[in-house]
C-alpha cells in the first residue's frame, strides 16, 4: 500500500499566512499613521483648521510611503486601493468608538462635518494616499 503524504506548508497554507501577514502591517502602519494624525489634529486644529490638514494629509502620505516602500514596493494599484479603503474604514470605525466611548463627537483622524471640503481632503487622502508610491499599474 502506498501513501501520499503533504508537506505541512502547502501553498495554500503560505498564501494564507502572506495575506494575514499584509493585513496585519496595513493595520500596524495605519495605527501610526492614525496617532500622527491624532497628534497634528490635538496640537493644530484650534489655531488653523486648512494648516492641520495640510500636516495631516503629509503625516498620511508619509507612512502611505513608508508602508509602501517597506512592505509592498511591487504592490499593484488593487492591493494600494485595498490599503486605503481599509485605513478608511478603520479611521470611520475608530471615530464611531471613540464617539461611543468620550460621550461627545470625535473627529481627529476624517475631520469635522462642520468643514466638509476639509473632510473631503482627508478622506481622498486616506484611500489615495498608497497608490500615489505604486510602481506597477497592472
Request: charged fraction near 10%.
Amino acid at each position: 500500500m502506498i501513501t501520499m503524504t503533504r508537506p505541512l506548508n502547502t501553498e495554500s497554507t503560505q498564501k494564507k499566512s502572506n495575506v494575514a501577514t499584509r493585513v496585519g502591517l496595513i493595520v500596524a502602519f495605519w495605527i501610526v499613521a492614525a496617532l500622527s494624525v491624532a497628534i497634528a489634529h490635538q496640537m493644530m486644529a484650534a489655531a488653523s483648521p486648512v494648516i492641520s490638514v495640510a500636516v495631516e494629509t503629509i503625516a498620511i502620505v508619509a507612512v502611505a510611503g513608508a508602508y509602501i516602500r517597506l512592505v509592498v514596493p511591487h504592490a499593484t494599484l488593487d492591493h494600494a486601493l485595498f490599503a486605503g479603503t481599509t485605513w478608511v474604514l478603520l479611521g470611520i470605525t475608530a471615530e464611531i468608538i471613540m464617539t461611543a466611548n468620550s460621550g461627545h463627537q470625535w473627529f481627529a483622524l476624517l475631520g469635522s462635518p462642520a468643514n466638509g471640503g476639509l473632510r473631503c481632503v482627508l478622506l481622498i487622502a486616506w484611500v489615495l494616499a498608497p497608490a500615489l508610491f505604486i510602481r506597477s499599474r497592472e
